[in-house]
Structures are given as structure tokens and as C-alpha cells.
Nanobody, 126 residues
Framework: RVELEESGGGSAQAGGSLKLSCKKS??????MGWFRQAPGKEREGVAA???????DYADSVNGRFTISRDSTKNTFNLEMKDLKPEDTAMYYC??????????????????????RGQGTQVTVSS
């Protein structure tokens, strides 16, 4: 069983930056990524990264968010810049099967079948 623990998050002003980190309990061949969910909204896959380091992003965050991984530490990060109020949500890191491809939408779709962390709140004020 893979356990995931998020850290980071918090509050920021619009245009500001935040960094999220996720620690994995063990190495694995999962597609790793982040999804978010705001109250009353559907889950949205934000970013994904495969074991080769190939990344994929939702259109809503492309160019503003960067996902990266440190395999030696079993961690992966989400750096968020130029934050907008609509980025406000609970953010979850997830490990999902690569069977459906390692893309941001799959992080959201497959999260309940894989592993996910407890979530960390990101709040962006205007």
C-alpha cells in the first residue's frame, strides 16, 4: 500500500505563489499527480507526471503550475505561480495506474481507485 502525505498550501493573494509537496511511503510505478476540488464543483485533475518525468497539465493551470519529482526522496511537488481566486480548492496528491495514460484528467478520474492523500487547502484572495 502506498501512503501519501501532502504539505504546503495555505493562503495567498492573487498573483502570488505557493508550493505543495507530497511524500510517498515507497517507490512505485504509478502515475503521480494532483487534483483539486472546490465546494460545489467537480473534481479537476491539475497535473500529472510519469516515471520518465513527462508532465501533463490542465488547460486552466498550464503555464502557471509546474509539477516535479525527486525520486531519491520519493517526493513530488506542485509549484503554483500567478495564482487566481479560482484556484481556491482542496488539493490532493494521488498515485494512479498508468493503464489509462498518465494525464491530468486521469489523476482525477482514477484517484478513488488508486491512492490519495488527505488533502491540503489552498485559498487565493483577490
Amino acid at each position: 500500500r502506498v501512503e501519501l502525505e501532502e504539505s504546503g498550501g495555505g493562503s495567498a493573494q492573487a498573483g502570488g505563489s505557493l508550493k505543495l509537496s507530497c511524500k510517498k511511503s515507497q517507490s512505485s510505478l504509478h502515475c503521480m499527480g494532483w487534483f483539486r476540488q472546490a465546494p460545489g464543483k467537480e473534481r479537476e485533475g491539475v497535473a500529472a507526471i510519469d516515471t520518465s518525468g513527462i508532465t501533463d497539465y490542465a488547460d486552466s493551470v498550464n503555464g502557471r503550475f509546474t509539477i516535479s519529482r525527486d525520486s531519491t526522496k520519493n517526493t513530488f511537488n506542485l509549484e503554483m505561480k500567478d495564482l487566481k481566486p479560482e484556484d481556491t480548492a482542496m488539493y490532493y496528491c494521488a498515485a494512479v495506474s498508468v493503464a489509462y495514460g498518465c494525464r491530468a484528467p486521469e489523476i482525477a478520474r482514477q484517484a478513488e481507485f488508486g491512492y490519495r492523500g488527505q488533502g491540503t487547502q489552498v485559498t487565493v484572495s483577490s
